[in-house]
């Protein structure tokens, strides 16, 4: 039988083994000037960004269509969920083509590649004349969103060094997280239409500050541009530093691997072992249900007992969740990334757990009216209801909070990390595949399960999840703090469990 991928961690043991030129390579990332990497990265982001703002896109446009005058328009509860989960299928479509694109064109041109299906997705909804055309848009915008959810880790996680290398693998999922909080502010006040048009701001500012930006030097060098690659690293890291240490490091991990991933290598555990955590954690990623519960948000709370607006609502969680991940992107290098995983999957269990709770022995709201004033609603015999209708929010705030702090980040950047090199491009495509096609049915059943059975059953699931996820993090999760690239793929080459000090 296969040994665990990692031991527990004590004072005698650790993942990686302590190298005896640490110093040395510590030393050279602190003369680093970081400049120039932390804008090739932001440009990379406004990808994610775009992403995290057409994802959410549905929570204020659902309810506004759902009572839409326009009978063309106007949406009943299954087309709704269409609406809602066609973008994952859309998004499935884009990891998929990124298992070719990543290869093929780059990290760089894949991600600006995205732009292009975004614009379009973006015009057909702010024009939409009839429900064909903003299905239509939200696949699109869904094709561009996984295209870029499995490039853009990538491009940042190899143009990056172990410095900050933790810090900037949580900016996809920070970007993604402001994308969707201006889509909560703009939808207190701006129409659907030009919630859409305003979506096209951060795609052409991405197209542009990309054409600027060097491609991966891991990538040119896999390549045979040697020297591109070397003109890319040099620029990321600044001429008067020591790059070219860094540079035969890079070079000589390229050349122990073949350019091209052979169905006889599956069988090696040090590429289907990094694989399979990948995906696994991609998949139970989804599961948790943080993308049903961002897509119907406010769907959510105007069917629960609440006592402020549902788009108030919206907003706050939204803000909680840029709070909590900025908190991640800081202690990542400094906690370890398993640790929290573990405080991540515990929060989730209790705000999943909680929420289900409260719909299910809660306050419930009149059938014929699920759009009253939530406040004349409360705890017969209470005079404390008001307040416990604050639990879906605190709750859904918990989550967010959970969520934000370890599952969300850091399984994009250990994606990042951990795949080889000759297998980063497909299996990142594939990772965002399954990840996608978990939530489309994820996020086409919720509301369905909702109208049979209650809205407390997905919570329930979601919180068993959460406990899985936890046992998961124990047995297969590698740390890869402070661990450059070549370092992580030694440890999977080696197959050991854990390194003597």
Request: aromatic share 12%.
């Amino acid at each position: 039988m296969e040994q665990p991928l990692l031991g527990s961690e004590t004072p005698d043991y650790e993942t990686f083994p302590e190298r005896p030129d640490q110093q040395q390579e510590q030393n050279y990332i602190r003369t680093l000037k970081n400049k120039r990497l932390f804008l090739a990265t932001f440009a990379a982001v406004l990808g994610n960004f775009s992403f995290g703002y057409a994802l959410v896109y549905t929570s204020p446009v659902i309810p506004a269509l759902e009572r839409s005058p326009n009978p063309a328009l106007r949406m009943s509860k299954m087309e709704s969920s269409w609406f809602g989960s066609v973008f994952t299928l859309g998004a499935a479509a884009g990891g998929l083509s990124a298992m070719v694109l990543n290869d093929l064109l780059g990290r760089k041109l894949s991600i600006m590649f995205s732009a292009v299906p975004s614009a379009i997705g973006y015009a057909f909804m702010a024009g939409a004349q009839g429900l064909w055309m903003l299905l239509l848009g939200r696949i699109l915008t869904g094709f561009a969103g996984g295209l870029t959810a499995a490039c853009i880790p990538v491009y940042v996680s190899e143009i990056s060094h172990p410095g900050v290398r933790g810090a900037l693998g949580a900016t996809p999922q920070i970007m993604a997280v402001f994308g969707s909080l201006l889509l909560y502010a703009l939808g207190l006040k701006m129409p659907w239409r030009w919630l859409a048009v305003a979506g096209e701001v951060p795609v052409f500012v991405m197209m542009v500050l990309l054409c600027f930006m060097p491609n991966s030097p891991r990538f040119l060098l896999s390549q045979g541009k040697e020297e591109e690659a070397l003109k890319a690293l040099a620029w990321l890291r600044g001429n008067d530093t020591d790059f070219q240490r860094e540079f035969q490091q890079i070079q000589n991990s390229v050349q122990k691997q073949s350019s091209r991933l052979s169905w006889t290598e599956l069988r090696d555990p040090f590429i289907y072992k990094p694989i399979a955590i990948a995906v696994l954690m991609r998949f139970l990623q989804q599961l948790t249900g943080v993308t049903p519960i961002l897509v119907y948000l406010q769907s959510i709370f105007h069917s629960t007992a609440v006592l402020l607006p549902p788009e108030e609502d919206a907003a706050i969680v939204g803000a909680m969740r840029l709070v909590s991940v900025l908190i991640a992107a800081v202690t990542m290098d400094r906690a370890g990334r398993k640790i929290l995983l573990f405080v991540s999957a515990s929060i989730m269990f209790v705000a999943n757990l909680a929420l289900g709770l409260y719909i299910h022995l809660g306050p419930q709201l009149p059938a014929s009216n699920t759009t009253m004033d939530l406040t004349n609603v409360a705890f017969e015999g209470s005079g404390s209801g008001n307040y416990l209708m604050l639990v879906p929010l605190f709750a859904t705030m918990l989550f967010i909070m959970g969520y934000a702090m370890g599952w969300g980040p850091i399984t994009w950047l250990l994606m990042s990390e951990i795949l080889p090199l000759k297998a980063r491009g497909v299996a990142s495509g594939l990772c965002v595949l399954v990840s996608w096609l978990t939530a489309f049915v994820l996020t086409k059943s919720f509301l369905l399960v909702e109208n049979a059975f209650g809205l407390q059953v997905p919570f329930y699931f979601f919180a068993a999840v959460c406990l899985v996820n936890l046992v998961f993090t124990a047995c297969c999760v590698p740390e890869t703090r402070r661990r450059t690239l070549e370092q992580i793929e030694s440890f999977f080459r080696t197959g050991r469990r854990s390194f003597l000090r």
